[in-house]
Structures are given as C-alpha cells and as structure tokens.
C-alpha cells in the first residue's frame, strides 16, 4: 500500500525512541529525538493538507499513511513522560518543549483535517496537571531550555498569558502548553474544523474525535482567561452555534455510530462554556433547546436504538420541567 516503506521506517524510529526512553543516561536524548519527529511530522501534515481537496490529488489520508503509526503510537511515549517525575531542571525544559511540538502537531492536524482520535486524546493527557512530570515543575521553577524560555519572562504576562492564568496552577510548564494551544490558533481550529464541511459530508466519527480536544480544553477552563478575553468570549459563542449544528446536522447513520455519552458530553460541554459568558438561566435555556432538538432527532432515526435514546432524554427533560414547575409553585 501506499507508504509501506516509510510506515517500516518510522516504526524503527519509534523503536528506537522507546530504547532511548528506557535509560535514565539516554533520556534526553530520546526527548530530543522524539522533538524533531514531531516538528517532522507536523511540517509533513501542514504540507499535506494544502493539497486537500484537489481534483485528483490523494487524501490527507493518503499522504500522511507511511506516519501514521508514529501518531498512533504517539501518545504512548508522552504519557511515559508524564508519569515520571523530572529530576533537573533540564529534563524538564526538554520535556516540556517537546509536550509543546505535540500540542503543535494537535493543531496542524485539526487545520489538515486529519483526525487522529489517539492523537486528540492524547492533548487531554497534556492538559492533566495530575501527571507526575507537571508536580515537580512548579512556578518556581526555571526551565533549562532557553528555547523554551524564550519569551516567558517573570515581569511579563508570561504564565498569566493571553489564554491562560497560572492563578490556581502551581506548574508554568502546564499554563505554558495551555496558552502555546491558543497562541498558534488551537481555538479558532477547532471550530474551523467542526464548520469546514456541512455536517453530512464530514467523517463518521468526528463528533467522537473533536469531542477528545473539547474534553482536555473543557478540563482545564477554569484556567481560561475567558470572563477577561473578549476573544475567548467571541470562541465560546461561536462554539455555542458550532457543536449543535455539527450534532443536529449528521445523517441519520453518522448519528447511529454517535454514542449516547458523546451527545450528552456536548450538552455538559455547551453548558459549562456558556456559563463565562450567559446566566444560569439562559444557559438552561440554550442547553435544554438542544436536548429537545437531539430528542426530535433521534425519534426520527431509522435506529431503535437511537429512538429509545430520545424517548429516554425526552422523559428526562419533562421530569426536570415538572421539578421546576413544583418549586416555582411553591
């Protein structure tokens, strides 16, 4: 097939990778070497996906085949590095720059529209300040990169940066992967992504794969600087239309293969990003109209399953109406 040898060939290099990974003498090492196969790979998928859509011209797929079991295999290798507490400051810098390149690699593949679900959970990872690695990485730590450094002086914005706050955060190097997310146009992707095509033209599984990048942005909102940022602000509104549309707009089989936990998991997404900017009362409002719309979706599909779903949501939703209707009365 298409990219065999190359797909051989990357496979050495993560092998390779996981050889170095496994010695503490050639840790480094094996970071460096993993940050110039994803600085590799994500200047390979932004070239790629400038040919999609031509007449003629293979798929984002296609060219990007020979790698894609290094974007599988990925998100291996960085949960590794953060399960495992930095020693030095140096390791910490390398490691940190390297979780940079990946959130790099999240957005280039949203822009190409090359949806690697592993790879989108795997920014979750990221965005997990639970992790070993970001326990050692404090505040008051510095970083031993001066790449990595650059630009992020103690008297700027720096860690309180133009997306995110490091005021109930304790590592730089977490608030630091937040704000390179947004930096490189991570929020306005995602939406991109969600609107680039209608809702029946786009991939089967694609509320299953953008609702991996809302999970790890959704984890770490209370850091946003969203009731601050007007951009933040006009995000979530265009969010707030985006993901509904995306949802309500699939053909009745993108709609089967969309699990009831996923649909439910926009709604709670739609609800907490709305509630920087609506009150609580519009808010239930706006998630309750989508619900109901999701319940008139589903009693349409030719799907049983999808049916009982409704029905099941719709019964949920009156028995909150008639709670309302209780206490308001009394």
Not at 28 to 40: A, K, N, P, Q, S
Not at 52 to 70: I, W
Not at 71 to 77: G, N, Q, R
Not at 157 to 168: I, L
Request: with cysteine.
């Amino acid at each position: 097939g298409l990219g065999e040898e190359e797909r051989k060939e990357w496979a050495k290099h993560c092998r390779h990778v996981e050889r170095l990974l496994g010695s503490g003498d050639t840790e480094e090492d094996g970071v460096h070497e993993l940050t110039r196969l994803v600085e590799e790979t994500a200047a390979f998928v932004r070239d790629s996906g400038k040919e999609v859509g031509a007449d003629g011209q293979p798929s984002v797929y296609d060219l990007c085949e020979g790698r894609m079991g290094f974007l599988e295999t990925l998100p291996k290798f960085v949960k590794i590095l953060l399960k495992r507490r930095a020693g030095d400051d140096v390791i910490q810098g390398v490691v940190g720059e390297f979780f940079q390149r990946v959130v790099d690699l999240v957005v280039d593949c949203l822009c190409a529209e090359l949806d690697v679900y592993s790879l989108y959970v795997t920014l979750r990872d990221i965005f997990n300040l639970d992790f070993p690695f970001y326990q050692t990485h404090t505040q008051y730590t510095t970083s031993g990169s001066p790449a990595y450094s650059a630009g992020y002086r103690d008297d700027d914005r720096g860690e309180e940066g133009r997306w995110a706050h490091s005021y109930y955060c304790t590592s730089r190097v977490f608030v630091r992967n937040i704000n390179r997310f947004g930096d490189i146009g991570g929020f306005d992707a995602l939406v991109a992504r969600m609107k680039c095509h209608p809702a029946d033209e786009q991939p089967p599984y694609i509320l299953r794969d953008l609702l991996a990048v809302l999970r790890a942005l959704f984890q770490i909102k209370r850091l946003l600087v969203i009731q601050e940022s007007k951009e933040l602000q006009a995000w979530v509104r265009e969010l707030s239309q985006a993901l509904p549309e995306l949802v309500l707009g699939m053909t009745d089989e993108q709609f089967k293969k969309t699990t009831r936990k996923e649909a439910e998991y926009a709604a709670i997404v739609l609800e907490g990003f709305l509630r920087f900017i609506m009150t609580d009362r519009k808010v239930g409002e706006v998630s309750e109209m989508f619900k109901l719309n999701l319940c008139i979706k589903g009693l349409k599909s030719a799907s049983l399953n999808k049916r009982l779903e409704a029905l099941a949501l719709l019964n949920t939703l009156i028995a909150r109406a008639q709670r309302r209707h209780m206490h308001s009365r009394g």
